[in-house]
């Protein structure tokens, strides 16, 4: 082979094929919730498909799922435990506003 063919040549990656997340024999239900959990961020939200790799019916199959369980109260909507847990307040900082932007805005009101 040519110097210079030899250039444009890309070197062989090695290639590990990923093991399924759902087996074949599990079953897509909204009791299954160690199936269900799997498919969760730590937020409560619902992965995407590329994090999951699923296939298109699998990933409808699961958000069915986990929307149905959230329905009956088995898994919640939010999972806000790390909130609580920090004691994190939302409402005011030290100086009685959110943001210095809501302060300013404020004050041009109240100069009106």
């Known amino acids: 082979m040519d ?16 093991l399924p997340p759902i087996q074949s024999g599990d079953r897509i239900d909204y009791k299954n919730m160690s199936l269900i959990s799997r498919f969760i961020s730590e937020q409560g939200k619902i992965l995407s498909r590329r994090v999951n790799r699923l296939t298109l019916k699998q990933q409808r199959l699961i958000t069915i799922a986990i929307k149905q369980a959230r329905i009956l109260s088995s898994l919640p909507f939010l999972n806000n435990e790390k909130q609580f847990e920090k004691g994190e ?21 109240s100069q009106i």
Not at 3 to 18: D, E, G, H, N, V
Not at 89 to 102: E, I, L, Q, V
């Open 3 to 18: 110097k210079s063919k030899r250039l444009f040549l890309k070197p062989k990656r090695s290639f590990r094929r990923r």
């Open 89 to 109: 307040s939302t409402a005011r900082t030290t100086t009685g506003f959110k943001t210095k932007k809501t302060r300013v805005i404020l004050q041009l009101n």
